[in-house]
Each structure stands twice: as C-alpha cells, then as structure tokens.
C-alpha cells in the first residue's frame, strides 16, 4: 500500500513542473508570434526542442514512478 501511495505521490509531484513549463512554453511562443510573426519557423523550432526537454522530464518521474511501484 506505502509504495502505491508513493508512486502516486511521485506522479502528483514529479509531473506538475513540466506540465506548468510546456504551458509557459506555448504561451510565450504565441507571444513571440504575436510580436514578429516573420520568426515563425525559428520560434517553432526552438518551442518544439524545448517542449521535448520538459517531456522528458516527466517521463523519468513516470519511469521512477514505476520503478517504486514494481520493485
């Protein structure tokens, strides 16, 4: 029982930093847009590599997450 609870804890927690990141991300690419819409391909570019980074970030926690649940 301890270790689902500490699974789900560390979903809970481990998840909410690059879900708060990507929406940050997104919101100062449309920002960017917003401003020098000729910049499109390079904002996109560069939102997308730094999307990627935060997801993974969340994939570790879930990796761990997994990792104390089976072990």
Do not use: D, W
């Not at 917003?34 to 910049?39: D, L, T, V």
């Not at 570790?60 to 072990?71: D, E, G, P, R, S």
């Amino acid at each position: 029982m301890i270790k689902l609870l500490a699974a789900a804890f560390a979903i809970a927690v481990g998840v909410f930093a690059p879900a708060t990141a990507i929406g940050r991300i997104g919101s100062s690419a449309v920002e960017a847009l917003g401003r020098n819409p000729e910049a499109e391909g390079q904002i996109r570019t560069t939102m997308i590599l730094a999307i990627a980074f935060a997801e993974a970030v969340a994939i570790y926690v879930l990796v761990v997450a997994l990792i104390i649940k089976f072990v």
